[in-house]
């Protein structure tokens, strides 16, 4: 039966068919498509809100533009669902972050329409620029280029860094401001201000609109017209404002604000940008959560909800989520609060991830020990350092992943004048249905090759708290990598006393005969059963948890390398300079006697894509199943 809700979209498959509707259906479209993802989104979860508040947007420009030969760049990602729908995907939508399905994020090998793979943010304009250069090269001069990125991700500086080189380039390239003035928590910076102030100065903004639509009239005539108005525009400005307008300061045409809902004025708009040659930025503001009222009220809650009633707007719990442990996250927020309480000299830093990492709690008691510096990761750590050299202990959180885009600034700035600041890597390991851009599973290989880290991971929130204690302590006069993953934990009553750790000591888990088993961080809880199971086998492992990888416990790794031949290391990372490689490297320069055959459990050389962390787990071969295989083909044990 024909489903009446879609009667429009469900004849639209890709761009080239949207653009054969009349501008006038252009709002149903956009009213389906929001019903689609609200429908799928309910059901199948990923990120609801960014992609709510853009979808007149995507229909405006892959209506306007010729995609994919134009090129048409998303920022981060979350506010691709209309686009992916509209481009070949609508099919498989539902299949969505799911293991083998398609990308929660715009993926080049997974579209021609995806011009550039993203999950990260700020990346925008640097590459659509790019894009631009090469068309410019190339003598592809009717190509045009397009770089939609949020106000939370253009206060980034590899954002302009991008605006800078683009407004000299001479290259046709269209910047789309989506301000909503919200990235996952509420926007941060005096950007976000100025902004602000951009789009409430009624006096400029009507006066502009009225010079605008009066001097239209005549195509020819007020096309010339305008352009002379654009080239005197900022006399208007500095009397109205009483300032320049930054990005025409950086030599980009400006125009906006516009209403980024009204679909019908933005085709126009983007229909006459087209006739501008060189960098333009058209400003449009928009309601994150855009046609569903509980997305509009509860912006961070319905960033990602999970599974909702699209009714109701209520969120859906799992019936045994009252009885899980806390989240890792939630725990570290909690711990730094009493640790904060204790100890004066604690910060709190995060590069706009205070909800997620929960420092959104010390923020709401400890309101200027808590700074959230936006999406600026670089920025974030070389901040701490600066606090750490007037004898503050900055906490810096920052998810593994984006901590990737600052580690010159872990090298320059913090490591090598032996500073004291805590790094706290959220998300280590495999984070489930976010996928490549998000697996945070290179850190302890890149942490660990950096002189004066100390690079650390807890097996269980007890172990965090320990590892958070210990950390914060005077004694401490380095910078110090603690890693825990995404997700609950094991413990229920991990509220101990704090307990001081030996810095680059490990511990004995279980005693045994046959193979030692050694992980460092949470995939130590899966060996805890695999043990349980092998000795229900007959088979006697042992197991160690490292806890540090650098300094790494050399006592403790000549005690195992004297006592077994047959050894497995484990960890939630990759093999390659992984805590597998430092069990290695130290019995080669260490231990020349030792006759021991090493197999090393992790994450291989190759990017891993989404899916529940359990098919991920599966799929790398360190689930309880995995590392009982491999237990079974070390010992040759036909019988397990």
Known sequence: MKDTKYNLLENINFPSDLRK?????????????????????????????????????????????????????????????????????????????????????????????DAFGVGHASTSISSALGMAVASKLKGDNDRRHIAVIGDGSISAGMAFEGLNQTGVSNTNLLVVLNDNNIAIDQSVGALKEYLTDIVTSHTYNKLKDKIWKFLGGEKDYGYHIRSMIQRTEHIIKLTLLKQSNLFEALKFRYLGPVDGHDVIHLVKVLKEIKRFPGPKLLHCVTVKGKGFLQAEKEKTKFHAPGLFNKDTGEIIKQSDDKDKPLKYQEVFGRTIIELARQNDKIIGITPAMATGSSLNLMMAEMPDRVFDVG?????????????????????????????????????????????????????????????????????????????????AAPMNEEELRNMMYTAQLDEISCPFSIRY???????????????????????????????????????????????????????????????????????????????????????????????????????????????????????????????????????CGYDVDGIVKTVKEMLNYQRL
């Open 485 to 619: 993953p995404r997700g609950n934990g094991m413990m229920k009553n991990w509220e101990t006393p704090f307990k001081k750790l030996e810095i680059g000591k490990g511990r004995k888990i279980k005693d045994g005969e046959d193979i030692a088993i050694l992980t460092i961080g949470s995939v130590g809880n899966h060996v805890i059963k695999v043990c349980e199971i092998l000795e229900e086998k007959g088979i006697n492992a042992a197991h160690y948890d490292l806890r540090f990888v650098k300094p790494i416990d050399g006592d403790l790794l000549r005690q195992i390398f004297k006592k077994f031949k047959k050894i497995i290391t484990v960890e939630d990372g990759t093999i390659v300079g992984g805590m597998g490689s430092a069990v290695i490297e130290f019995m080669n320069d260490n231990l020349h006697e030792a006759d021991a055959e090493v197999k090393r459990l992790g994450i291989h050389d190759y990017f891993v894509e989404q899916g529940k962390q359990s098919e991920l787990y599966k799929e």
């Open 375 to 455: 999406i600026a990761e670089q920025h974030a750590v070389t901040f701490s350092a600066g606090l750490a050299t007037q004898g503050f202990i900055p906490f810096c959180n920052i998810y593994s992943s984006f901590m990737q885009r600052a580690y010159d600034q872990v090298i320059h700035d913090v490591a090598l004048q032996k500073l004291h600041v805590v790094f706290c890597l959220d998300r280590g390991g495999l984070v489930g249905e976010d996928g490549a851009t998000h697996h945070g599973f290179f850190d302890i290989a890149y942490m660990r090759c950096v002189p004066n880290m100390i690079v």
């Open 21 to 113: 509707l009349k501008e006038v259906e252009l709002p149903q479209v956009c009213k389906e498509l929001r019903q689609f993802i609200i429908d799928t989104v309910s059901t199948h979860p990923g990120h609801l809100g960014a992609s709510l508040g853009t979808v007149e947007m995507t229909v405006a420009l892959h209506y306007v533009f010729n995609t994919p030969y134009d090129k048409l760049v998303w920022d981060v990602g979350h506010q691709a669902y209309s686009h992916k729908i509209l481009t070949g995907r609508k099919g498989v939508f539902h299949t969505n972050r799911m293991y083998k399905g398609i990308s929660g994020f715009p993926k080049i090998s997974e579209s021609e329409y």
